[in-house]
């Protein structure tokens, strides 16, 4: 009894030997006496020849490679840095990889064709340009360098994203004087600008007012005048207040008698 149960417990640990499970993010090739087959296996279990074959499981979902090296820049100087580069291979692809590049193809060819892009973009840039708005174009112009480089090899570069950047103290600390004066020079333009608002509005105000007293002065003629003294001469005659009126003809001027208080 106890030979048959080793029987079965062989027998089910051979059984087992013959099958590999592909998950979900993965795809499986076949190596049958050394060679890879070109077709791939997606989830599920699948049963093989352990004496002759083995499934070999390849990643297809977004790998994240995150690399800590120093940049060179384009006045000579080494930036530290760390740097993810987002990537996947591309499930079809996924025989040809191993046959071209082997197992370890983030080592053989990723990082190499990384370490190549990252030196030849960065040269072209200077230090504060990696602070400030220009890395996402550093950025961008790595990755496409890259997905020129690894073109054919079945892998797809999504992203490289600079995540930290470690500048020199002392350019760190230009830098960010420089920053601080064009804040300042930002803040005084804006004052500059409010005073000349003002200074323009005084001005239109003040132009209204001349205007307003020029229309006023060419309206007062003489005949204007003239006329305005006949009706305060009227208004003056029809007052029922004693008072002595002289007039030239032209403009009446009243001269009030004195009251018996006075």
Do not use: W
Not at 40 to 68: A, H, W
Request: with cysteine; proline share 4%.
């Amino acid at each position: 009894m106890s030979k048959l149960r080793i029987i079965l417990l062989l027998l089910v640990a051979i059984s087992l030997s013959n099958c590999a499970v592909i998950r979900q993010g993965e795809v499986g090739v076949k190596r049958t006496l050394g060679k890879y087959s070109d077709r791939t296996y997606t989830e599920g279990m699948r049963v093989f020849n352990p004496f002759s074959s083995l499934i070999v499981k390849v990643p297809i979902q977004t790998e994240n490679l995150e690399v800590e090296l120093n940049l060179p820049s384009k006045e000579g100087l080494n930036i530290g840095a760390i740097i993810s580069i987002l990537y996947s291979v591309q499930p079809q692809e996924a025989p040809k990889l191993l046959r071209s590049v082997g197992k370890q193809y983030e080592r053989n060819i990723i990082l190499p064709v990384f370490r190549s892009a990252v030196a030849d973009v960065t040269a072209r840039f200077f230090a504060k340009d990696m602070h400030t708005g220009e890395r996402g174009t550093i950025e961008r112009a790595i990755e496409e360098q890259m997905t020129k480089l690894l073109e054919g090899r079945g892998i797809e570069i999504e992203a490289v994203l600079i995540k930290s950047i470690q500048l020199p103290p002392n350019l760190a600390r230009a830098i960010e004087e420089k920053l601080e004066a064009e804040q300042r020079a930002l803040r005084m333009e804006f004052v500059l600008e409010e005073a000349r608002q003002e200074a323009e509005r005084r001005r239109i105000e003040a132009e209204g007012v001349r205007d307003a007293q020029k229309i006023i002065g060419e309206g007062l003629s003489a005949e204007v005048l003239q006329f305005k003294s006949i009706e305060a001469f009227l208004k003056l005659a029809q007052s029922p207040n004693a008072k002595i009126i002289i007039s030239d003809g032209d403009m009446p001027v009243m001269v009030a008698p004195k009251s018996d208080n006075d």
